[in-house]
């Protein structure tokens, strides 16, 4: 049984929630949003279950988190009423955040979540965030890049270089330094695994 991201946006759906705090009158004022999209997998499948918990609760730290940080750190810039109704719509912070089945099997499901920020200035920024799921003792775990490969076989320097040479393919403005393999591989490096091999995330500006 394997749910691929075709299958995913065909025939089973998930739900979409939002968060808002602010303060709106007559077109005027300021509100920060923030809206996740969190798939569910079908079925009664533990596993699945489980899973699909674990999303429905980032999705909601997600959102709280950033209407949390954001309402804290700019409504103390407001210094009157009148400061605040001087803004219009354009000036509303937003996050929207989707997240991806990339691959599922009843005992592995690698997901992954494109998240768009705007909190002023030009304009907004993308980062990405994935798990990969799997069963070990009959409970949910995450599965680390480490385990992927054995110890013993210089699978860093591989991976490292190899991402390096496609993000230069890329044109990309600061790929990785040769002689730093933890920033491609190290613990924080988001990844998936999917049915073409192993996908590496790396973020505008990183």
Request: some cysteine; hydrophobic content about 40%; overall charge negative.
């Amino acid at each position: 049984e394997v749910i691929g991201p075709l299958e995913f946006r065909t025939w089973f759906a998930g739900r979409s929630v939002c968060r808002e705090r602010g303060v709106r009158w007559d077109g005027r004022g300021f509100v920060t949003a923030a809206r996740a999209f969190e798939p569910e997998l079908p079925g009664r499948n533990p596993f699945f279950r489980d899973v699909n918990r674990r999303l429905r609760e980032e999705a909601r730290d997600f959102n709280s988190s950033f209407i949390r940080s954001t309402w804290q750190r700019d409504w103390t810039m407001w210094t009157s009423w009148e400061d605040l109704w001087s803004l219009s719509p354009f000036s509303d912070f937003e996050q929207t955040t989707l997240w991806v089945i990339e691959h599922a099997t009843p005992t592995l499901v690698s997901v992954s979540a494109d998240s768009y920020a705007y909190t002023g200035g030009a304009h907004g920024n993308t980062d990405f965030v994935a798990h990969n799921f799997v069963l070990r003792n009959g409970e949910l775990a995450e599965l680390r890049l480490a385990e992927l490969f054995r110890p013993d076989s210089g699978w860093q320097t591989v991976l490292h270089r190899a991402c390096i040479a496609e993000l230069e393919e890329m044109y990309a403005d600061w790929p990785p330094d040769e002689d730093k393999p933890d920033e491609t591989t190290g613990p924080r490096r988001s990844f998936v695994v999917t049915p073409a091999g192993l996908r590496l995330f790396f973020a505008p500006y990183e």
